[in-house]
């Protein structure tokens, strides 16, 4: 509720961190020699963890303001790693940044792990959930998004590895 996110209990999983959920979040939705998208700069266990499962790892520089054809120069990707707000830049993607990912996604069926670590952590503008986006449009559940919570980061609490994730049944069914 706190994120605007309309879900029930068993799309939801509590992890060891978030670097667990995220872990599990790839290895449920991918298959070796998928390919999957990063921005650059980029947090290192995102790359770690892909090539750990067999990953292909599509990089681009983070825009400055993204647009569709940001997102077209990944090609066909399986999933769309993105953490909003961004870590190590400090971006925060804006309604409409996150409504262009949210439309390219459904045109081209890529799944989306959104990593919201750092949501309690802004200085400039507003952190918005991309599944909270999805009212409206297609559900959350349809395009296949993965959110990504951290007690450690988001609560400024180093050391309880506590993560959680919220992602469609089959997905999370395939997390634990």
């Given amino acids: 509720s706190e994120n605007g996110i309309q879900a029930d209990v068993d799309e939801i999983i509590v992890t060891n961190g978030c670097k667990q959920a995220y872990y599990q979040a790839l290895y449920a939705m991918t298959d070796p020699g ?22 292909e790892v599509v990089l681009a520089d983070l825009p400055e303001a993204l647009t569709p ?3 077209a120069a990944f ?4 999933a769309l790693v993105l953490n909003n707000p961004h870590n190590p830049s400090g971006k925060v993607f804006t309604r409409q940044e996150l409504e262009h990912i949210l439309d390219w996604a459904a045109a081209s069926g890529t799944h989306l792990i959104v990593d919201e670590s750092y949501e309690h952590l802004v200085f400039e503008g507003e952190h918005l959930s991309l599944a909270a986006l999805c009212q409206g449009r297609r559900d959350w559940r ?3 998004i993965v959110t990504l919570f951290s007690a450690s980061q988001s609560y400024a ?5 506590i993560g959680f994730a919220l992602a469609p049944k089959h997905i999370v069914g395939a997390m634990q």
């Fill in 142 to 144: 349809e395009i296949g």
């Fill in 75 to 78: 090609g066909k990707v399986k």
């Fill in 69 to 71: 054809d940001s997102l």
């Fill in 157 to 161: 609490m180093m050391g309880w590895r």
């Fill in 34 to 55: 998928d390919r999957i998208a990063v921005f650059r700069p980029y947090w290192p266990a995102y790359l770690a963890t892909a090539e750990l499962l067999g990953l």
